[in-house]
Every structure is written in C-alpha cells, then in structure tokens.
T-cell receptor, first 116, second 115 residues
Framework: AQKVTQAQTEISVVEKEDVTLDCVYE???????LFWYKQPPSGELVFLIR??????QNEISGRYSWNFQKSTSSFNFTITASQVVDSAVYFC?????????????FGKGTKLSVIP | EPEVTQTPSHQVTQMGQEVILRCVPI?????FYWYRQILGQKVEFLVS????????KSEIFDDQFSVERPDGSNFTLKIRSTKLEDSAMYFC?????????????FGEGSRLTVL
C-alpha cells in the first residue's frame, strides 16, 4: 500500500527565514508521481509541483525548491526567504502512474506559520 | 484562467437528509474526481470518473455515495442519507489526461456540515 508521511505537523518561522518541509513516501510502484499542494486558510488546494519518479533533478521555482531523493524516498520542499503569505498547510501527495490515475495518496500535511 | 467551480460553498443539513454537491469541471477535461477532507485531517480520494462511469473508488465511497454527470458540464456527488461523520470539505477535481499528461485542478471545495 502507498503511504506518505509528513512528520512535521506544525512549523513556525520568522519572516525571511528559510524552511524545509519533509515528505517521505512508500510505494511498490516503480513508476509514480509526487506532488506538493498548498492549502491556504481559505481552504482551496493549490498545485505547486509534480515530479515523476524518473526525474531526480532538483527543481527551483522562485523562492520554492524541491529535493527529490529516490534513494531515501523523500521529496522535500524548501521555501527560501519565507513570507507571511506562505502561511498555509502544505500537503505532499503520491500517485501511481502505471494506471495513470490521479488517485492521490496525501500526507497529513504540515502547517506552516510565518510570523512577521 | 479556467477553473473548477463548486456549489454550494457551504451546506448545512440534518442527519439523514440527502445532499447533492455540484461541480463544473474545466471544459476540455475528461477525468473527474471527488476528494474529501475531514476538518484538520488529510485529503482523501473518494472516486474517479471517466467516460460516464466510475473508474476507481475508495473504501470510503460506499453505497450511500453516488456520482453523476447529468449533462455536458456538471459533475455531481450525492450523499443519500447523511451521517455526522460525513461532515467534511468535499473537493472536486478534473484533469485533461492521466497523471503525467495533465495537471489535476481542484475546485475551492464545498463544506458540508451534518447536524
């Protein structure tokens, strides 16, 4: 069975600090996709990134970066120079790509609070 | 930018009542999903729908749940006889293709409160 673990339940940082959100996953599939979603206080789910299991290159998008390490089954997310608007719950998710389905398995989320 | 829209944003109902949550997926999308999030907990997959039929469903999606695409635009989730534990945020999502082809876009959610 697939599983996503986000060990950090809540994190608080002061604005402008860097913060890393951890994600560890379990799957028996050799081909899969990993995702990060942001859920701001308003409640919607905002897509941040999708990464397939064959692509271990790290990715940077503005202040966001992702470190995918297949050897440790981790897909960590770093926010550089955090801002108050980054305050949200962040979810890591996993899907099996063999069947192509978007039947996502989500982690429990990490609540990030950025303090001004 | 195209978006998935959901109505109502919040519904309060009495236990045992039927509820229909509505979703308008992005117009050229082919795959539709419902997820739910009990308050403070993780998001859970309920069901996927493609070509006018259910393609996958989770163990949560029992006989009290049903989905329908009654016309070319709406995608509905019906809960026949609501229970207290059905109180949750329900998210509709759609995608153009399978994972790796299209992004999964979520709606803003419909909060269901069962009293």
């Amino acid at each position: 069975a697939q599983k996503v673990t986000q060990a950090q339940t809540e994190i608080s940082v002061v604005e402008k600090e860097d913060v890393t959100l951890d994600c560890v996953y379990e799957t028996r599939d050799t081909t899969y996709y990993l995702f990060w979603y942001k859920q701001p206080p308003s409640g919607e789910l905002v897509f941040l990134i999708r990464r397939n299991s064959f692509d271990e290159q790290n990715e940077i998008s503005g202040r966001y970066s992702w470190n995918f390490q297949k050897s440790t089954s981790s897909f960590n997310f770093t926010i550089t120079a955090s801002q108050v608007v980054d305050s949200a719950v962040y979810f890591c998710a996993l899907t099996q790509s063999g069947a192509g389905s978007y039947q996502l398995t989500f982690g429990k989320g990490t609540k990030l609070s950025v303090i001004p | 930018e195209p978006e998935v829209t959901q109505t109502p944003s919040h519904q309060v109902t009495q236990m045992g009542q039927e509820v229909i949550l509505r979703c308008v997926p992005i117009s050229n999308h082919l795959y539709f999903y419902w997820y739910r999030q009990i308050l403070g907990q993780k998001v859970e997959f309920l069901v996927s729908f493609y070509n006018n039929e259910i393609s996958e469903k989770s163990e949560i999606f029992d006989d009290q749940f049903s989905v329908e695409r009654p016309d070319g635009s709406n995608f509905t989730l019906k809960i026949r006889s609501t229970k207290l534990e059905d109180s949750a945020m329900y998210f509709c999502a759609s995608t153009k293709g399978l994972a790796g082809i299209g992004e999964l876009f979520f709606g803003e959610g419909s909060r269901l409160t069962v009293l």
